[in-house]
């Protein structure tokens, strides 16, 4: 199988390709057809050593740079990765098994914005000026240095824009290991940077298991770690980050609530409801997988998710009908099986789906279930498949207590026709990035990031910039220096 814009190595260090086979083989696995499309091999310590080393030299010339020349470079790469977004958007299908109706739309386009909103940003970063009496601070925004990226599988292109935009528009480098599970979209944004006159090791990209980015956390010339995963591996990150007194950003798993109250227009909550949890076959972190629909409307809102879900396309991902793909893997898609089976035994109303789809490739059918209980497992557990858990409330107050019951806080939605409502239940709403009357929406103008075991820190918009850089304060006295003795 051939596939456009092949990446022609495992990494990309210091501008150049590099390939080392005595890494780890890696196999990369089309998710539609089980075949094996690519090899790429795990970093040896001398790639790591090599990848760090790159980094470490070419930071300081880079944040020597005006902003408004580092903005330039991204801003190019942004436009070229939106001539290029056809061929990348199918990269990235090849990569996730994601349809291409939806790559075309999200995947390179929205790490274009990252790159063109930080590219905008880049030039008008600024301490301040503090007067004290004839005294007077000012403050320095400095970069922190070699920053690492870590990513999960579900949005490679977007994750390495995500991560690599902000920390390049501060001055910093940035060291990404992508999934082992999707390596190959990294490498081309790698690719398109240097292509649009990124100094040789700002953006290196290598790839590996957990063994490898946790080389990389621990190593003492790197002062910021960002990881997109799920919160067993943060738990491990931060720790690790910690020993080092580093700076983090935690993107991590959530299991967000939905709340439907019964004013809502019931085709708008049901679509927001269809896009929190089905789009990418369910595997988004900021999903609304607990939908808590007040009571009244229960069963309407069934009966239109199941009419609305049959026209769900499934099928060949690059076949630009197909709206719903496969999993990610096997792996994903035999963890996704268990939970189904452990609803269907802990007697949650299975309404529709249920199943692995007999084709090749790792389809599971868009399932639903209802009269689901707070404490069944597919209401407490982040699943990251397409199975939505559909429970009942009566009372708002009911409904934010249940919602806020659950140690993750990475979003939080509501439909209602009541705006008043709608803005009180959001403000009660433990969660980082919420909707009222939609779902799902990440513009890079809005911070996106969770609270309590979701995460911290936040990426995207100008908070962003916060996470990707320090403040060096410098006081200036203008008199003598009165010492005691
Ligand atoms: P994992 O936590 O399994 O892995 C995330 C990344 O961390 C991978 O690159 C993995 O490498 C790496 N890794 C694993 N162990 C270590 C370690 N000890 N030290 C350093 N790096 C390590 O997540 P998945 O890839 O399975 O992604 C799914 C999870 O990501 C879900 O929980 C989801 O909610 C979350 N997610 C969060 C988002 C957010 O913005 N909040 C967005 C998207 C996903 P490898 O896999 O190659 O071994």
Redesign the pocket.
Known sequence: MTYPTQPTASHFIDGTYVEDTNGTPIAVIYPASGEQIATVYAATPKIVEQALASAKRAQKHWAALSGTERGRVLRRAADIMRERNHDLSVLETYDTGKPYQETIAVDATSGADALEYFGGLAGSLTGEHIQLGEDWVYTRREPLGVCVG??????PTQ?ACWKGAPALACGNAMLF?????TPLCALKVAEILHEAGLPAGIYNVIQ????V??S??SDPRVAKVS????????K??YA?AAAGMKHVTM????KSPLLIFDDADLDNAVGGAILGNFYSSGQ???NGTRVFVQKGIKEAFLKRLTERLANAVIGDPLDEATSFGPMVSERQMNIVLDYIEQGKAEGARLVTGGERIDREGFYLQPTVFADVKDDMVIARE?I?GPVMAVLDFETEEDAIARANATEFG?SAGVFTSDLSRGHRVIAQLEAGSCFINSYNDAPVEAP???TKM??VGR?NSKDAINNYSELKSVYVRMGDVEAPY
């Open positions: 870590i990513g999960a599988w579900n949005y994750i290991k992508p999934s082992e599970t590996g298991l957990g063994e980015g946790a990389l956390v990881l997109t995963g799920s919160v067993p591996t943060g491990k990150v690790a993107e991590l798993g959530g988004v972190c900021s982040e990251f990475l996106f990031g969770g979701s995460g990426e």
